[in-house]
């Protein structure tokens, strides 16, 4: 067993190899999630230290931490022992960048992880902002078949196009076009460019929808497994000010076609399920087929006042009182 050490997701292709391989098992950490979540890393390598462990060359688990309180994490479905070795090393390293809780976000397919964060003294995290009072803050996978017929893309408003980005200049406004959409400056015209240079990414995924301007006001990244024939959208996003006529829907409709001509068989959304942000996920029925409700991120965090670097099997009792 060997494990390294990165300053930053230098080792993307290992930890998508596991993604890929663990994919059929968890529905969960698709290789395009990996990339894009590759993409807001970068220039960032001091916050995002990652471990890659593998067995004879073969990747068998990772960590990767969002400094200074986020960790993702994925481990073989059969080395469900290794999830210990990953949370050993996230909270030692997390420590050492301060003091506070880690929060984890896991599948609800992920029973070993979610089982050896319980045993660490790990809690659901509760409320907050998207979170349900009762249940927290969860994503939903919706998901739909891609074999048989798909219903046509809906029809655009005059003067809106639907198709791939030709040049710099669409880069560059496909860039802005998400960070309208999202109120967010994280996704640079720099940062696109070198995402659609890194695997798996295709053009013929990530599609735009031009105004009648020639603007770029909306538009659908999608990522295709061609192992698994599994496409995933993320993101999808329309600028506020091109909102209500139709367009995510429409352009997600034409990077689902573009799956099937790649022969993919299932296209996946991960949804925000709770308030203040919900995927219209209307849209998976309104493309003729019934939603899939699929499986949930569950987040977890240690417990208020346990340091990250010592594991806990509860939580810290009261002042005064007694275990």
Do not use: K
Not at 158 to 173: E, F, L, N, P, T
Not at 181 to 202: C, K, L, N, Q, V
């Amino acid at each position: 067993m060997q494990r390294d050490e990165y300053a930053g997701p230098l080792a993307l292709r290992a930890m998508q190899s596991l993604a890929v391989r663990a994919f059929p098992a968890t529905g969960y950490r698709h290789a395009g999630d990996l990339a894009w979540n590759w993409c807001l890393a970068l220039d960032r390598a001091d916050h995002c230290p990652t471990a890659v462990w593998s067995d004879g060359g073969r990747t068998v688990a990772w960590g990767w931490l969002e400094l200074p309180d986020g960790l993702m994490l994925q481990v073989d479905p059969e080395r469900p022992e290794l999830v210990r070795d990953v949370l050993d090393w996230a909270e030692a390293t997390a420590a050492a960048a301060g003091p506070g809780p880690l929060s984890v976000e896991v599948a609800a397919t992920e029973r070993a992880v979610i089982e050896a964060l319980e045993l660490r003294g790990y809690v659901r995290e509760t409320g907050g902002p998207g979170g349900d009072p009762a249940t927290g803050p969860y994503m939903t996978c919706l998901g739909r078949p891609l074999t048989g017929d798909l219903p046509p893309p809906p029809r655009l408003p005059d003067g809106y196009v639907i198709r791939a980005q030709r040049d710099d200049a669409d880069v560059a406004g496909r860039a802005a076009a998400h960070r309208a959409a999202f109120g967010s400056d994280r996704i640079t015209a720099e940062r696109h460019a070198r995402m659609r240079a890194t695997w798996p990414y295709r053009p013929e995924f990530d599609l735009v929808v031009a105004s009648p301007g020639g603007d770029i006001v909306a538009y659908c990244q999608g990522w295709y497994d061609e192992v698994n024939r599994t496409g995933v959208f993320e993101p999808v996003g329309t600028r506020p000010d091109h909102r209500r006529l139709g367009l995510a829907r429409a352009v997600c409709a034409a990077v689902l076609h573009a799956f099937a001509r790649a022969g993919g068989h299932r296209a996946v959304v991960q949804a925000r399920g709770t308030p203040p942000i919900r995927f219209p996920s209307g849209c998976m029925s309104r493309w003729g087929s019934p939603r899939t409700p699929g499986r949930t991120r569950t987040p977890v965090r240690a417990p208020p006042g346990v340091r990250p670097c010592r594991p806990v099997r509860r939580p810290r009792s009261p002042p005064g009182a007694r275990r």
